[in-house]
């Protein structure tokens, strides 16, 4: 006679079965029992399980929002990707490759040649501090990004302030 299978049949399942050896560390085993841990907080009002880190205070105030700062690496990966295809190859399509190239004294000469710096303005010492055309801060007047070392920082009262 044919059996019906129901709701409330079961049917016989194997299971899973491990050959090699457990990768848990088992000596952590007390450490990691929430009754152990019960225990502890109810004779000395502490939580000790928890991560041991050192809380810092200061003044952030300066410290730009998350959103501003995500919108300053846009632009700066924008206008990274303004560059001619020849020029970001030269930088691996890497922006940090062509600003620690940029930052070093003794690419200049090339960094003139490419394009990336305004000759006069660096001899004059004139880098514009507010922000460029592409949203850069340290940018020369003609767009071009600068020597970060000779940009001046925002005066407080100043439009530079970020916003």
Do not use: W
């Not at 305004?118 to 340290?138: D, F, R, T, Y």
């Amino acid at each position: 006679m044919p059996k019906f299978r129901t709701a409330y049949d079961r049917d016989l399942v194997e299971g899973i079965t491990f050959d090699e050896p457990s990768m848990a560390q088992q000596h952590f085993k007390d450490e990691c029992d929430v009754n152990n841990i019960l225990r502890k907080y109810e004779s000395t009002g502490l939580v000790t399980h928890v991560a041991n880190g050192t809380p810092s205070y200061g003044d952030f105030s300066s410290v730009l929002e998350f959103q501003q700062a995500q919108n300053i690496l846009i632009e700066a990966q924008d206008a990274f990707e303004a560059l001619p295809a020849s020029l970001r190859k030269r930088f691996d399509n890497d922006p940090a490759v062509m600003l620690e190239f940029i930052e070093n004294p003794d690419n200049r000469e090339e960094a003139e040649k490419l394009g990336l710096v305004n000759k006069q303005s660096l001899e004059a010492g004139k880098v514009a501090g507010s922000v460029g055309s592409a949203g850069l801060p340290g940018q020369l007047s003609n767009g071009s990004i600068g020597d970060s070392s000779k940009v001046e920082p925002p005066r407080e009262g100043s439009e530079q302030l970020p916003t």
